[in-house]
């Protein structure tokens, strides 16, 4: 089985680039922390709407990917053999807030209610929710 689940943050804008056969590509890196002390950078691509949903991310934001590992090889301008390592993404998973004009990604809750007038049905101000066993669908 080859199954890839990442959690991370771009490490750069994403660029929409189109291939020689009009499909939509965009090539990103994920830096994931493997532990306390260390973070890997994760090449990697997606195609058509994927690639297309991801354009409009911004360096710092947090996203969940799931794919496949692939590898491929080129050679270099040098004549030489390059091997490389991608996750072909097939789902993204949008975890910050989506922020176009601000400079940094801003990933902290905010306390002001949202512009739909949303209201979470579980938030009851730190307090008890009363809820019966007969409310419950199980």
């Not at 689940?5 to 660029?15: E, F, H, R």
């Amino acid at each position: 089985m080859n199954s890839v689940n990442l959690i991370g943050n771009l490490t750069a804008d994403i660029k929409l680039e189109t291939s020689s056969n009009q499909t939509h590509y965009a090539r990103f890196s994920l830096a994931v922390r493997r532990d306390a002390n260390h973070t890997d950078f994760i090449n990697c691509v997606a195609f058509g709407k994927t690639a297309e949903m991801l354009s409009n991310q911004l360096k710092g934001s947090k996203i969940g990917v799931s794919g496949s590992w692939q590898t491929g090889s080129y050679q270099n301008q040098q004549g030489q053999k390059v091997y490389t390592n991608d996750c072909s993404v097939y789902r993204v998973y949008f975890l910050s807030p989506l922020n176009k004009d601000a400079d940094t990604c801003n990933t902290a809750p905010s306390s002001a209610a949202p512009a739909n007038n949303y209201v979470d049905p579980f938030a009851n101000n730190g307090q008890a929710i009363d809820i019966s066993d007969n409310d419950l669908p199980f």
